[in-house]
């Protein structure tokens, strides 16, 4: 089975631009979660989705959003990007709801904001 | 809101040591727990995890047992390898993430 995928894998934008990101998830799996990593905040949890539906949100601003198609791809989406936007986002898939399951994690996405 | 506290690190080891990586959560519930490795340039992977009381997870030499009485969940290896330097990130089943510990094993 392919693993997660992400593309693109790396990006450079410029403040006050719009970003989007996109993760296919592991054939059969619903759920779709993205994180943000950076060397200071660590992993930290933007959203999840299951069955296109928004299921769980963390604590980041409406600048950051996404959505899940009907084939379970996932896209996120960064407006008026800020320096603070540069990291690595990561994306993960599970079975089910991720409260409940392993994820699988894919390769991320770095993004660097100029 | 459920919380994990990891050991920080960095954690600078010898070929051949003893490993413990501390992990201990706050949570509602008995969540099943787990344990993520993120080699250099790659994204996370499932370790070992377990989902119930006492019960002990272990994968590569790896091992951490689920303690309920003492909601932890700490990593051990007997004998690391260079090969095991990485950053490890204890978790449980809510998203929330430890800070992560990074590891770096030398010959």
């Known amino acids: 089975k392919a693993g997660v995928t992400q593309t693109p894998r790396y990006l450079i934008k410029t403040r006050g631009q719009q970003v989007t990101l996109s993760c296919s998830p592991i054939?059969?799996?619903?759920?779709v979660s993205w994180y943000q990593q950076t060397p200071g905040q660590g992993l930290q949890f933007l959203f999840e989705?299951?069955?296109?539906?928004?299921?769980n949100k963390g604590n980041f601003p409406g600048r950051f959003s996404g959505r899940q198609f009907s084939n379970s791809r996932s896209e996120m989406n960064v407006s008026t990007l800020e320096l603070g936007d540069s990291a690595l986002y990561l994306c993960?898939?599970?079975?089910?709801?991720?409260?409940?399951?392993?994820?699988?994690f894919g390769p991320g996405t770095r993004l660097t904001v100029l | 809101g459920n919380s994990v506290t990891q050991m920080e690190g960095p954690v600078t080891l010898s070929e051949e040591a003893f490993l413990t990586i501390n992990c201990t959560y706050t949570?509602?519930?008995?969540?099943?727990l787990f344990w993520y490795v993120q080699y250099p340039g790659e994204g996370l992977q499932l370790l070992l995890k377990?989902?119930?009381?006492?019960d002990k997870g272990s994968n590569k030499g790896f091992e951490a047992t689920y303690r309920k009485e003492t909601t932890s969940f700490h990593l051990e290896k007997g004998s690391v390898q260079v090969s095991d330097s990485a950053v490890y990130f204890c978790?449980?089943?809510?998203?929330?993430f430890g800070a992560g510990t990074r590891l770096t094993v030398k010959p």
């Open positions: 993960a898939s599970s079975p089910e709801l991720a409260a409940y399951n392993e994820q699988f």
């Open positions: 377990a989902t119930k009381a006492d």
């Open positions: 949570a509602t519930g008995y969540p099943s």
């Open positions: 054939s059969g799996h619903r759920s």
């Open positions: 989705y299951f069955s296109e539906t928004q299921r």
């Open positions: 978790a449980p089943t809510d998203m929330r």
